[in-house]
């Protein structure tokens, strides 16, 4: 996972197993959730127009065809 990079995918740092749990260290992203949410909405009170949904679902697949490219597989996929 650490070989990953693309720049719609996040980072991994490193992976253990820890009481039978894989847990992943990723980059402490909480800070961009509130500002993407907050200019989202203030930048489309009513909901976003099909062009910027369409903008954000392509970056999203762009990142999921990578890993699918390569043969890995996700089991948590999130856009923020």
Not at 18 to 26: F, N
Not at 27 to 46: G, R, T
Request: proline share 6%; net charge positive.
């Amino acid at each position: 996972m650490i070989l990953i990079d693309h720049p719609n995918l996040l980072k991994a740092y490193c992976s253990f197993t820890a009481g039978g749990s894989l847990w992943i260290v990723t980059p402490y992203v909480y800070w961009i959730v509130p500002k993407c949410l907050h200019i989202m909405k203030s930048a489309h009170p009513n909901g976003s127009e099909l062009p910027v949904i369409a903008t954000l679902l392509h970056a999203a697949l762009n990142g999921l065809a990578y890993l699918h490219y390569d043969g890995h597989i996700q089991r948590d996929t999130k856009v923020y």
